[in-house]
């Protein structure tokens, strides 16, 4: 079902179409003429800067708020037996998660300015919110491959429902029932659950990737098909460029693949200085979104970059004093082996020194491996503190059950989602 493996294309092999694999030279093919047929691919993590969580991120994902509905699988909610025994948990959901709740997120703005400058060929979406819609891509632009909250019918007689009334049937968390006096049947927005089929405007449009003369994947982790089969539909020498916080798919493994690993926001602000496009997406975006959630949203994503590179900071820093402690070991091994060699005593407790058993630092100085010139306690090192890693289990379960208690909340300063949108069906 989800992705399969590929290597990275060898970065001395030069690339066929660009002239170099990266996004200024993405831009200059753009700006050249090539891409006259861009086709766009989008999953969750497109929208998370709007402040709509992904499905699977740990503690922060809609799964794992889902927990207090007490179903029988956080997945259960997007179920169509399920929703016919029980729409309840579907329409809580709805209800924080309907159109209207939330604003476009400047990468739902870039796919809409490629269609103003007539360079959009289509925009294949997994996400059901209706972002694109409201950032101004046209309709007939748009292939929602897993639905969208845009229209909703009986799911017995597929009798249209009114859009005024499931306005208020979703405002008031409430399952609606079929118009039709002699259906009765439940009513539900036409997004594709599971146990159902894709929308057949998806599988009459699923060549058109073959059309295109570049193509853009964003925000996706490919983990479904058939949409994770798209990217692969673009023929050998088309060049396609990953906006995503991992790697995903077959992406990197032909020689005009263009990666730029990270928040999408950040990756399109970049391709449009390249493109000279940036004043005029900028623009064009506040005047969609409002200076006030435009700030919202640039404060969340300076935040989560932020916290990113100091993380990469850390990590680094770590890694550096490591490498130190193991040279200046192996140093002192040679040293004291020489200058003890044919005596009986031990030459490292014998300068008063204790050392750590797999690193071989000293332990008066292992609280510096971390933190600069600061000092810790060794048992710091890991974050531990010196505690008992049984104690510490026990103390947090607590805190566990008590965040399952809570009800669903829609966190717009949580963190980006581990895997650039980690998308499943349906996908926000």
């Known amino acids: 079902m989800g992705q399969e493996s590929s290597s990275l294309v060898d970065p001395d092999v030069a690339p066929e179409t660009l002239?170099?694999?990266?996004?200024?030279?993405?831009?200059?093919?753009?700006?050249?003429?090539?891409a006259k047929n861009i086709v766009v691919m989008t999953g969750a993590g497109i929208s998370t800067a709007a402040g709509i969580p992904d499905f699977r991120s740990p503690k922060t994902g809609l799964y794992h708020n889902l927990a207090r509905l007490n179903l029988p699988h956080p997945e259960a909610v997007f179920e169509i037996d399920f929703f016919r025994k029980n729409p309840v948990p579907f329409y809580l959901l709805a209800k924080e998660l309907y159109p209207g709740n939330f604003y476009p997120t400047i990468s739902h703005v870039f796919i809409a300015l490629l269609a103003k400058k007539k360079l959009l060929r289509m925009l294949f979406t997994q996400n059901i919110d209706c972002l694109e819609r409201a950032?101004?891509?046209?309709?007939?632009?748009?292939?929602?491959?897993?639905?969208?909250?845009?229209?909703?019918?009986?799911?017995?007689?597929?009798?249209?429902?009114?859009?005024?009334?499931?306005?208020?049937?979703?405002?008031?968390?409430?399952?609606?029932?079929?118009?039709?006096?002699?259906?009765?049947?439940?009513?539900?927005?036409?997004?594709?659950f599971f146990g159902e089929q894709l929308p057949a405007v998806f599988h009459s449009n699923v060549s058109i990737p073959s059309t295109a003369d570049l193509v853009l994947v964003m925000g996706t982790s490919l983990m479904v098909?058939?949409?994770?089969g798209l990217p692969s539909r673009a023929?050998?020498?088309?060049?396609?460029?990953?906006?995503?916080?991992?790697?995903?798919?077959?992406?990197?493994?032909?020689?005009?693949?263009?990666?730029?690993?990270?928040?999408?926001?950040?990756?399109?602000?970049?391709?449009?200085?390249?493109?000279?496009w940036r004043d005029e997406l900028e623009a064009m975006w506040r005047g969609i979104v409002g200076e006030k959630e435009a700030e919202r949203q640039l404060s969340k994503t300076q935040k989560e970059a932020a916290i990113n590179k100091e993380l990469d900071d850390i990590v680094d820093d770590i890694s550096n004093k490591l490498d130190?402690?193991?040279?200046?070991?192996?140093?002192?091994?040679?040293?004291?082996?020489?200058?003890?060699?044919?005596?009986?005593?031990?030459?490292?407790?014998?300068?008063?020194?204790?050392?750590?058993?797999?690193?071989?630092?000293?332990?008066?100085?292992?609280g510096k491996l971390v933190g600069g010139s600061s000092t810790c306690p060794a048992g710091d090192?890991?974050?531990?503190?010196?505690?008992?890693?049984?104690?510490?289990?026990?103390?947090?379960?607590?805190?566990?059950?008590?965040?399952?208690k809570n009800p669903i909340t829609i966190d717009h300063s949580t963190e980006v989602e581990s895997k650039g949108g980690n998308d499943d069906k349906p996908a926000l």
Do not use: W
């Open 19 to 34: 002239s170099a694999r990266t996004l200024d030279a993405v831009a200059q093919f753009i700006k050249d003429g090539g």
């Open 135 to 192: 950032a101004g891509v046209p309709a007939d632009r748009i292939i929602e491959a897993h639905g969208s909250f845009a229209t909703q019918r009986c799911i017995e007689c597929r009798t249209p429902f009114p859009d005024d009334l499931m306005k208020e049937y979703v405002k008031r968390g409430e399952a609606p029932h079929c118009v039709s006096k002699t259906c009765n049947g439940l009513v539900k927005p036409d997004i594709v």
């Open 225 to 228: 098909q058939p949409f994770a």
């Open 235 to 276: 023929r050998d020498g088309v060049p396609r460029l990953l906006f995503n916080l991992d790697r995903v798919g077959d992406l990197g493994s032909r020689v005009d693949d263009v990666l730029e690993l990270g928040d999408c926001d950040t990756g399109v602000r970049k391709l449009a200085d390249a493109l000279g």
């Open 324 to 366: 130190i402690s193991e040279g200046g070991k192996a140093e002192m091994e040679a040293n004291t082996g020489t200058q003890d060699r044919g005596s009986d005593r031990t030459p490292h407790k014998s300068r008063g020194h204790s050392f750590d058993s797999k690193t071989g630092t000293p332990t008066a100085y292992a």
């Open 381 to 404: 090192v890991a974050g531990t503190g010196g505690a008992d890693p049984a104690q510490s289990s026990k103390e947090e379960k607590p805190e566990v059950k008590e965040h399952i």
